[in-house]
């Protein structure tokens, strides 16, 4: 039987890792010789979602404080996230991530805007990659990205 997890790492802007989750194993576990997170989130662009086509996608996740602080991070610093699917053998990585999982796809986009509920958030990313001939993804003008302007 063939299983399924998604791996979302968040990247600041100078390429510092500052959180990674993945959405299948109960506990966190060790994969690609980093430490994963488990956050439940789903992504429906996955599905639906063109790499190429310069459409972004969004993530809804549980409205944790956890959850909510990154957001909140993410948006306000202009992060850039990263989602990976694979598919392994549902046997052997029962309790971890297997050595022999494989790329289904990857999306790589920048932290734009959210939509909260209650008990909810809805993340967007900017524009969804393709891994060939890749664009740089929309970015939201800040001094974090630019700098502080010339003043007078």
Do not use: C, H, N
Request: charged share 15%; aromatic share 8%.
């Amino acid at each position: 039987m063939r299983a399924q997890a998604q791996l979302l790492t968040f990247t600041d802007l100078v390429g510092v890792v500052q959180e990674r989750w993945q959405s299948y194993w109960a506990d966190a576990v060790t994969y690609a010789g980093q430490q994963w997170q488990p956050v439940q989130f789903e992504v429906p662009g996955v599905v639906d979602g063109d790499p190429g086509s310069d459409r972004g996608i969004s993530i809804l996740m549980p409205a944790s404080s956890r959850v909510v602080r990154v957001v909140e991070g993410a948006l306000a610093a202009g992060w850039v996230a990263q989602l990976q699917m694979f598919e392994f053998d549902a046997a052997a990585g029962a309790a971890a991530p297997p050595a022999s999982m494989t790329l289904l796809s990857q999306f790589d986009g920048q932290a734009v805007r959210a939509k909260a509920s209650v008990t909810s958030i809805s993340l967007e990313l900017g524009t969804a990659l393709a891994p060939v001939g890749a664009t740089v993804p929309p970015r939201i003008l800040s001094t974090r990205l630019m700098g502080v302007g010339a003043r007078l």
